[in-house]
């Protein structure tokens, strides 16, 4: 039996990235069943299996006592490739080629304004939020600023300017409690603000902007709705990406100094 088990444990370390897509396959296909069986699909799939993601990198962590979480394990080394700088970068390309402008300025003003508008309110309460934990350079401000914005333009921003792996891991965080409080927050508050339609729903994913919880929130509201918050949700992810590392880190940084 023993032999059997290191049999098992030398393939998947062998092969640890097709072992990161198998079990992150799993994972989502099991946290889809949760949520159409249990919570009937008020609460998305892609929310529980982030919420599996944080428990497996924390008890990956308390296991090893490593640093990088669940991919401190041998055979589960394939999961850092997975979710690291490579993969993330490609996901924002591929996603940004499906995206298309004149379908986004259907919107009109509003849409430009509520787009630019949340980009940069996200910025500023992240920023606000790291300034009131401590963090007072404008890296770590604009970084978490960044996560504040999405999970995807925290690392991205950060990467750009130096930042600690642990003020991106900090940025990271801040974006998936986003991310999961949109996914969550979304069925039941659609319909007092009018998320009934592709116009109100590309203006909500201008303000909101975390693709994956814009997506998730609006599938369990109307999945009709999903291309088009998914679409301004991704001009956001895009803007965030090019400002944070430029026009509002200069700000930040006249501002703090």
């Known amino acids: 039996m023993m032999e059997i088990g290191a049999s098992l444990e030398s393939v998947l370390s062998k092969y640890s990235l097709v072992t990161a897509f198998s079990l992150i396959g ?3 296909w099991v ?3 949760i949520s159409s069986r249990i919570t009937k699909g008020r609460i998305h799939g892609s929310a529980i299996a982030i919420l599996f993601g944080l428990l497996l990198a924390y008890a990956g962590g308390v296991i090893t006592g490593g640093e ?3 991919a401190d394990i ?3 080394s394939g999961i850092g490739l997975m979710g690291g700088a490579m993969l993330r970068d490609l996901a924002i390309v591929a996603t940004a080629f499906g995206v298309r402008l004149n379908e986004f300025t259907k919107t009109g003003l509003s849409g430009i304004v509520a787009l630019l508008a949340g980009v940069l309110l996200s910025f500023i309460i992240g920023a606000l939020v790291a300034y009131a934990f401590g963090y007072r350079d404008a890296v770590s401000m604009t970084t978490i600023g960044g996560g504040a914005a999405t999970y995807i333009v925290g690392p991205v921003t950060g990467t750009a300017l130096g930042a ?5 891991a900090l940025s990271v965080a801040a974006g998936l409690v986003k991310s999961i409080l949109v996914m969550i927050m979304t ?3 659609a319909k007092s603000i009018g998320l009934d339609n592709p116009r109100s729903a590309m203006i909500f994913g201008g303000l909101m902007g975390t693709t994956s919880g814009v997506a ?3 599938a369990a509201t109307d999945e009709r709705l999903v291309p088009y918050g998914a679409m301004a949700a991704t001009f956001y992810t895009g803007l965030g990406c090019l ?3 430029s026009v509002i880190f200069v700000v930040m940084k006249i501002i703090v100094g």
């Open 26 to 28: 799993i994972m989502v």
């Open 31 to 33: 946290s889809y069943l």
């Open 68 to 70: 990088k979480g669940i």
């Open 74 to 76: 041998a055979c589960l």
């Open 164 to 168: 600690s792996s642990e003020i991106i």
């Open 187 to 189: 069925p039941f508050v």
């Open 216 to 218: 998730g929130g609006l």
């Open 243 to 245: 400002l944070g590392p």
